[in-house]
């Protein structure tokens, strides 16, 4: 039997891809708040978690499985999207003003490649919003938060430090992790915080703040797959020198290979960072990559091109200690989390 996302699919996918997102969103949210069908939700797409509980960087994760950021930016979709079964959210990117990113059309598919190109811009509310939200949340039981922030685009590099700072300082109290995003291609210069330097000095000032009082968290570094290898070696050496709780690899790629659909079709769209099944090779080689070379007791979180118990599996048995979905979720529909928890559950991976 067809489910109710396969069944609209095909309207969606007639529509902007962002306005459509917002309004599936909408529709799970309006599902939610009628108590029989927010419990039915919860049995239908969930699953179990027998056997997939896990403990990274100090925390216990009732399953490896999450959702990458950009999907909830704004922290509004938190309750409605636990009940997909998610081990862990990951809100933002989060600035500390709001911002409302770059100019629409900026998100787009490629069905043919179970693709997305996207150019958002780190579009959101601030960081003010998501706190307040968090702070009347009544969180599902035993769902980790994590929090991923980045810079305003009109912050200059050399005082982007102040900006992560300030979302540091104001959800440190409301989230369990943090993500810190200097990967992203749609805000202009930011990857140059992924020089050796400059992020050396970000990731040193963030610990250290993020060592005083009582609230202190584990601080991860979300990286890109276009790194070249001596890159990939800087930020194994600065991970350990700033004493980082993990990485997360990897972010959308700039590149447009491999891609079955015709050049005309995606040279149209412009510009913007390619994510889904095309990325799988890549962002997998550098899990792999990271895994050899970085120490066992620096988690990783694999991410890009999961859409399927097969990729998760991969990703898993590559190195990563918890992996995100994010496209995936768009092609394969909500029940794609339920469905890597079952395979995990009947063919558990041993370490």
């Not at 239908?44 to 990274?56: E, F, M, R, Y």
């Not at 969180?139 to 929090?147: A, F, H, N, S, V």
């Not at 694999?302 to 990729?311: A, F, Q, T």
Request: aromatic share 6%; charged share 25%.
């Amino acid at each position: 039997m067809r489910t109710l996302y396969e069944l609209l699919k095909p309207i969606l996918f007639r529509l902007d891809a962002e306005k459509a997102h917002y309004l599936m969103m909408g529709l799970l949210q309006n599902m939610a708040d009628i108590p029989p069908a927010h419990d039915l939700m919860g049995k239908i797409w969930a699953g179990g978690n027998d056997g997939l509980s896990k403990t990274v960087f100090g925390l216990t994760f009732k399953n490896p499985i999450g959702l990458a950021a950009g999907f909830d930016k704004d922290a509004r979709f938190i309750r409605e999207l636990a009940l997909l079964g998610f081990g862990f959210i990951e809100i933002g990117t989060l600035t500390p003003r709001p911002q409302a990113g770059n100019q629409k059309p900026r998100l787009f598919r490629l069905p043919q490649d179970r693709a997305l190109i996207n150019r958002m811009g780190f579009n959101n509310e601030g960081v003010d919003a998501a706190v307040s939200r968090l702070q009347r949340l009544v969180r599902p039981e035993g769902l980790i938060i994590g929090g991923n922030i980045g810079k305003n685009k009109d912050t200059p590099n050399d005082r982007a430090v102040e900006d992560y700072l300030i979302c540091l300082k104001k959800l440190r109290p409301w989230v369990d992790y943090f993500v810190v995003n200097v990967s992203s291609p749609n805000t202009p210069g930011l990857r140059e915080l992924q020089d050796k330097e400059p992020l050396r000095r970000l990731l040193l000032t963030l610990q250290d703040e993020n060592q005083k009082g009582v609230h202190s968290r584990p601080i991860l570094l979300k990286i890109a797959p276009d790194l070249e290898q001596g890159q990939l070696n800087d930020i194994v050496d600065i991970a350990a020198e700033a004493s980082l709780a993990g990485l997360v690899a990897t972010n959308t790629t700039i590149e447009r290979q491999p891609l079955v659909s015709q050049p005309s079709e995606w040279q149209a769209l412009g510009a913007g960072g390619l994510s889904g099944a095309p990325l799988r090779e890549r962002s997998n080689d550098i899990l792999g990559y990271l895994s050899r070379h970085c120490p066992s007791s620096l988690p990783l979180i694999g991410v890009g091109g999961i859409d399927s118990p097969e990729s998760a599996r991969e990703r898993l048995t590559s190195g990563a200690s918890l992996i995100q979905i994010y496209s995936g979720l768009i092609f394969a529909g909500p029940k794609l989390v339920k469905s890597i928890k079952a395979d995990l559950s009947l063919r558990p991976i041993t370490d």
